[in-house]
Nanobody, 127 residues
Framework: QVQLVESGGGLVQAGGSLRLSCAAS????????VGWFRQAPGKERDFVAA???????????SYEDSVKGRFTISRDNAKSTVYLQMNGLKPEDTAVYYC?????????????????WGQGTQVTVSA
């Protein structure tokens, strides 16, 4: 079992920044890959970014096209935490953001491929 707790959401003006955190417990953190997803009201839960567990000394990162160049995913294995740094926020980034974990090397982009989920944190970007 993996327990995930997100934090760092809030209200920010367009162009501003937030850093989301996803703290994990219950499993060896280095063995899991972690993804961030978001869900706006009335919409499906969409992929945002993901980071793999380490392999050959490096992490594999992937991003949804609309956040490339604005969002950065990273992990601190010593703190069992994954971060999502969000810069240049836009009103269309408004959603509940969830982190999710799976015990595979390469994280998928499909929400139903992840086994563990946090409770979500609200991000609201005003125009």
């Amino acid at each position: 079992q993996v327990q995930l707790v997100e934090s760092g959401g809030g209200l920010v003006q367009a162009g501003g920044s937030l850093r989301l955190s996803c703290a994990a417990s219950g499993r060896v953190f280095s063995s899991i890959s972690v993804g961030w997803f978001r869900q706006a009201p009335g919409k499906e839960r969409d992929f945002v970014a993901a980071i793999s567990r380490i392999a050959r000394g490096a992490y594999y990162k992937s991003y949804e096209d609309s956040v490339k160049g604005r969002f950065t995913i990273s992990r601190d294995n010593a703190k069992s935490t994954v971060y999502l740094q969000m810069n240049g926020l836009k009103p269309e980034d408004t959603a509940v953001y969830y982190c999710a974990a799976v015990e595979t090397q390469d994280p998928p982009r499909e929400a139903n491929s992840f086994d563990y989920w946090g409770q979500g944190t609200q991000v609201t970007v005003s125009a």
